[in-house]
Every structure is written in structure tokens, then in C-alpha cells.
């Protein structure tokens, strides 16, 4: 799947990053213990030489994910649509380089040239946008990578489209997909999922439901 047909879907963007501004640093605390994300970031730090650069997907606080890459050597772009969240996130981890963006804006070009990172992280960031564009922004993802380029994955396991749901005392949208669905939209879009791994989840915050989180260590085909 090429861009051509991207601009025709109806990108509705209202009240996702005025959620996560309001929510803060209160996601880290709902969120404490992230085993699975720190594993899969842990295998980009360890397969990539020192000073390779990666892109952090919705980097939220950038807690744990771009201080764990940054600390590991690794030159880190995050992306996010709160001001808030990217607030935090330069205070979290001044190392690295921070730009608000909306994922889609990558898709076609963007800011971002193709070819342009040894890795991606992705940890959770698809969920905030609807089915119809994540084949597009993988894509994306993949054109983004050099040849061999890594790709670390994760979605929380869920049959649902554009789906609102109360978090943390606001309101989101979220999609998913379940693991073999996930696996082949992945792959579809030019990636070899290299391992897989699922973590049952009970966030501290009783706003926010236990979930399955879904784990992909991916590599551009």
C-alpha cells in the first residue's frame, strides 16, 4: 500500500490531545510498571550501534521509552500531538529532540525524510488512530527505516475501531486489533516480525481496565 488514498480518510484528530494535556504526568503514575515496553525498547538499544538514530512514536512523557534509547546511546526524535505531554518529555529527557506532530503528518513525506532511522518505537501509538490509517502509517514507518531497519511494536489486544472509552477522567479514542489480525496488517506493510511477545496488564488507576498487551520486534523486509 502506497499514500495515494491517505488524504481521502476523514482524519478527526478532536479531543485526543486535549485528554492527554489534561491527563500529564498522571499516565506515568496509571502506568508504572512497564516490563514489556522497557524489554522491546531494550532490544532496539541492544541491536543498534551507538548513536543511530530512532524515532519515538507518541512519545507521551517520554518516560521510560526515550530516556531508555537515549540512555542507550541512541540519537532520539519523538513525536507527539500534546503540548503537554512534549512539556514533559524535554524536561524528562533534554538529551533528546521533540516535535509536535500528528502521526499522520508523516504519511507522503512529512518532515521526516525516508530512509532517515535505524529504528522506530511504537508503544501504543497506533491505538490513537483509526483502523484506516494505521496501514498507511506503517508503510510510512517502513519507508522511514533504512534497509534492515528495526521496528518495536505494541498495541493492547482489542476487536475495536475509533472507539471511545474513559481514561483517567477523560474521554479517548482507541482501535486495535486481535494478534493474528495485528501480525498480518504488520506484515502487509513490509515488516518481518521477528518475535512476538503478550503481557497481562493491570494499570494502578481503577479508571482504566486490565488489558493484553500485544508485542511485536519487527524488521523492514
Known amino acids: ?14 479531543g485526543q490531545a486535549e485528554a492527554f494535556d489534561a491527563i500529564g504526568d498522571r499516565y506515568d503514575e496509571a502506568f508504572p510498571h512497564k516490563e514489556g515496553q522497557i524489554e522491546a525498547g531494550g532490544w532496539l538499544t541492544a541491536s543498534l550501534p551507538r548513536g543511530s538514530r530512532v524515532l519515538d512514536l507518541a512519545c507521551g512523557t517520554g518516560m521510560p521509552t526515550a530516556r531508555q534509547l537515549t540512555d542507550g546511546g ?3 526524535t519523538g513525536i507527539d500531538l500534546s ?24 504519511v507522503g513525506g512529512g518532515a521526516l525524510a525516508g530512509g532517515s532511522f535505524a529504528g522506530v518505537a511504537a508503544f501504543f501509538a497506533l491505538l490513537m488512530l483509526p483502523r ?4 498507511y502509517l506503517l508503510r510510512t514507518v517502513h519507508d522511514l527505516l533504512e534497509p534492515g531497519g528495526l521496528l518495536a511494536l505494541s498495541m493492547v489486544e482489542a476487536d475495536v475501531d475509533d472507539m471511545q472509552i474513559p481514561f483517567l477522567g477523560n474521554t ?7 494478534r493474528d489480525e495485528l501480525r498480518d496488517v504488520v506484515t502487509d506493510a513490509g515488516f518481518e516480525v521477528i518475535k512476538e511477545e503478550s ?9 482504566v481496565p486490565p488489558e493484553l498487551q500485544l ?7
Open 1 to 14: 500500500m502506497g499514500t495515494g488514498g491517505y488524504e481521502d480518510l476523514e482524519k478527526d484528530r478532536t
Open 74 to 76: 541512541l540519537r532520539v
Open 83 to 106: 503540548p503537554r505531554m512534549l512539556e514533559l518529555a524535554r524536561r524528562n529527557v533534554p538529551e533528546a529532540e521533540f516535535v509536535r506532530a500528528d502521526m499522520g503528518d508523516l
Open 132 to 135: 484506516p490509517e494505521i496501514p
Open 172 to 178: 479517548i479514542r482507541v482501535s486495535g486489533y486481535l
Open 199 to 207: 503481557f497481562a496488564y493491570a494499570p494502578a488507576s481503577s479508571d
Open 215 to 221: 508485542f511485536l520486534y519487527c524488521r523492514r523486509a
